[in-house]
């Protein structure tokens, strides 16, 4: 400090520095000083300074600012001092933050003697120059890093240094929005450390922090993205929660319009909305309770955003599959019951009621369950009344704001959407049988508006009338037989005569001053866009309305009068309801067919007079206002002359009916006669397709009964083959039964000589058979051994292939193997056949045996043959038996087989998709290669633009920082960090 006084001391007694002066001194000294202390007292002046000063302090001091924050870290008192005169400086609002004291006390020595610095008086008039900041804002974010930097130092939990960073980031985003936020959304953790800030305990830092977020997110959809998915949608909802909901304070506000923010226009946010059941949290928001009274301009307020907040989720702009998907949760969740309570409470505020109306309408628009209950709801009022008449009721009451009737002709338009049923259930209130003079029906109303000595009720009625008939010819043709009872004693008209009447004697409707001029315009305007849209599309409509004679005459004398600016979008409808008839005319009235139209439209207004009245409308200043939303939003009554949907129908019919005029009667008659052909074959494919329908139900009943009949062939076929088993069962027994028959002849037989010839018959067969069944047995033994020496091959060929995993190990002797198996199943075959030919021999001695048992006598030799003949059976049997075990033996041998060659075919499989699989990795690393190259290269070429650029900035005589001293630079930094 002593040195400090020793340098800046030196003014002369009674002479106080400039402003200017003052701060080049401080600027000097927060260079110049090695001593914390004295460059963060250089530093608090400068913020002292900074808002009378603004200007000086901006362009000398910005440069020194930065300096101390990369280089005092370490000391958060200098680095709260830095950011909040940088935040003086920068920003633009006129309020003031109420300095410390200890500020306000401050005292600089900048003479030999202790003085105090000049302070900027509290009634000095501020600077008021926007340009000012926006230009500070340009120099600081010059250099992004300045940027990042601040964004480090809201990881400081201290108060002095986070406070003034977050609200430094509001002023610069401010100032610069899209610079700050691309700056942001490519620093690493950027968006993440502002996130942070909303759990921060203390409540001023959070607040602000909202502030912050609400600039980031403005028209940024990938900075809303990334706050969305930073789980930003349930702090804030608990945030709104802990503060009251809608009867929280100012910062419930923020919250909501942080929320607005991030999902408007942001398909991917809303979507993550609904998907997290956040739809379902906004339902406890709308309980106002029984007690209306008393609303506080901050609950208004609120509910206001709150309200918005669910209008941007179901919004007409969206997808139709995003919004509906929105309107049926809220269905679910309750939140449409909750809004149709609000509708019908009393005590609401007029602006709320209005509002809730169209978020009503938009929650219900083309939602059929949505409408169904809408259409269910009623007033509390007794007798109950449906909430659509009371709505009604208000839309044509002159007495009622602008704003709110506007809203209820919206919410029955959104009603009407796609809403068919709903049509019907309208346009059946005014039908003669529906009609109940007890209770008020919204037809009634309608009717009531429509014939008004009001034209806006005018207006509103016609058009919702012409929406309960928007694309449904059968409600068109329904409305037709509306009669009207205009006067007593005169029969009544139909509701399409009244309408043309009114147009035809308009004058009579309203007053004749030049002050209602106006509203006689906005009354036609209204009946006009009602017929057109009656009778577009519906032929029959068309015919009611030219069976009038007065109606074409008075349109052809509408569009061929010069009538002043007013009356043209009069003429221009007029044109259009006359191409409407010309377009939809069945020719079934002769004197008004579509030829005599055209030829009228030629003689007495001309063709290309009548298509530039048709194109006033779409030139009307209030034509493109309609088209862009469905919301009937009108700045005064005078100007709501257009509907949205009758803008579609205008684009769709004008250049139509252009065509349509200006086409002969030989081209229509062409049309004609190419219609009725693709009539004829329609008709034709029509039956084409009918006669295919035939004949595929046809095949198809074929193909049933084939499969029926299928059905029963196998059943069939199942009880033949249990026949044919039970057959051969019964013969088998009766088989044994003949065998034990001939037994017991052959032991009784008493023929001697026969006999001893059949003895000696069966001697000589039976010593043949001996041999046999020797050669048998020992063919039998060697086929043992013969298999024993394969399974022990078998085995040490399974021991192998379990060893290996290469398949062609064991190729030859599996091969070999199969050979042998073969020889051995054929040499066991021809054994089977011996031993059967053998068996029908012994068949053949017995049959013999039993031809002479009837007249010989046993003797001792027979009895011996008997014994030996029982002796070769056993053998026999034997032999018979160790066949039978040869042969499991051979099949197992094949089982065996047939399973190592699946082994086989599987381990030739397994390589075959390794050797697939190596050659494609093989192939991605030959393409990695081949990117990482084409990337090396593309580096290289980026370094030696780099150092071009760095050699011409060097050339022109610019400082340009080198690889080497960038890098040394961040290793101080990285050591200055370690040390702290």
Known sequence: MNFFRGVMGGQPAGQQPSGADTIQKLCDRVASSTLLEDRRDAVRALKSLSKKYRKEVGSQAMEHLIHIMQTDRSDSEILGYALDTLYNIICNDEEEEPDESEDTAATLPVSGKPKNVPMPDENTQKQTDDDLGVEFTNMFIQDSENVTLVLTMLEEFDFHVRWPGVKLLTALLKNQCAQLQGVILVSPMGVSRLMDLLADSREVIRNDGLLLLQQLTKGNAAIQKIVAFENAFERLLDIITEEGSSDGGIVVEDCLLLLVNLLKNNSSNQNFFKEGSYIQRMKPWFEVGDDNSGWSAQKVTNLHLMLQLVRVMVSPVNSPGATASC??????????????????????????????????????????????YFASVNAPSNPPRPAIVVLLMSMVNERQPFVLRCAVLYCFQCFLYKNQKGQGEIVATLLPSTIDAN???????????????????????????????????????????????????KPPVSLLQQCTNILSQGDKINRRTKSEKGSKVQTRVGLLML?????????????????????????????????????????????????????????????????????LIEKRIGKENFVEKLCFITKHELYSRAAQKPQPVFPSPEQMLFDHEFTKLVKELEGVITKAVHKSSEEDKKEEETKKTLEQHDSIVTQYKELIREQDSQIQELKEQVASMSSQNDQHQTTLTQQVAQIQQHKDQYNILKLKLGKDNQSQANNQSDNTHINGLQTEELTQLRDEVQELRKQHTLLQTQLSEKDTLIDTLRSEGEQTTQVST??????????????????????????????????????????????????????????????????????????????????????????????????????????????????????????????????????????????????LGETVEDDDDIDARDQTDDDEDDED
């Open 327 to 372: 309107q049926k949760s809220m269905y679910q969740c309750g939140l449409l019951q909750q809004l149709c309570t609000i509708l019908m409470a009393t005590g609401v505020p007029a602006d709320i009621l209005t509002e809730t109306i169209n978020t009503v309408s938009e929650v219900i628009r083309g939602s059929q369950i949505n409408q169904d």
């Open 439 to 489: 209770s008020i029906s919204a037809g009634q109303l309608l009717c009531g508006g429509l014939f008004s000595a009001d034209s806006l009720s005018n207006w509103c009625a016609a058009v919702a009338l012409a929406h309960a008939l928007q694309d449904n010819l059968t409600q068109k043709e329904q409305l037709l037989r509306v009669q009207l009872a205009t006067s007593l004693g």
């Open 810 to 955: 064991g190729g030859p002797d599996h091969t070999e193997l199969l050979k042998e198996l073969e020889e051995l199943r054929s040499l066991v075959q021809c054994k089977s056949a011996e031993i059967s030919q053998l068996q029908t021999e012994r068949q053949e001695l017995m049959r013999r045996a039993e031809a002479g048992s009837s007249e010989a006598v046993p003797s001792s030799e027979g009895s011996t043959d008997s014994t030996k003949m029982a002796e070769l059976e056993s053998r026999l049997g034997a032999q018979m038996s160790e066949t039978e075990k040869l042969k499991e033996d051979v099949r197992s041998l094949s089982e065996s087989r047939v399973g190592m060659e699946q082994q086989l075919a599987s381990a030739t499989s397994t390589v075959a998709i390794l050797q697939t699989e190596k050659s494609k990795l093989q192939t991605e690393v030959q393409e990695s290669k081949k990117e990482q190259d084409d990337l090396l290269m593309l580096l290289a070429d980026q370094d030696q633009k780099i150092h071009g650029l760095k050699q011409r900035l060097k050339d």
């Open 531 to 599: 017929l057109c849209t009656w009778i577009n599309n519906c032929p029959i409509a068309v015919t009611h309305f030219l069976h009038n004679q007065e109606n074409v005459p008075f349109l052809t004398g509408q569009i061929s009068e010069n009538l002043g600016e007013d009356e043209r979008l009069v003429q221009g409808l007029c044109a259009l309801l006359l191409g409407i008839c010309i377009l939809y005319n069945d020719n079934s009235l002769e004197n008004c067919s579509r030829d005599k139209l055209k030829q």
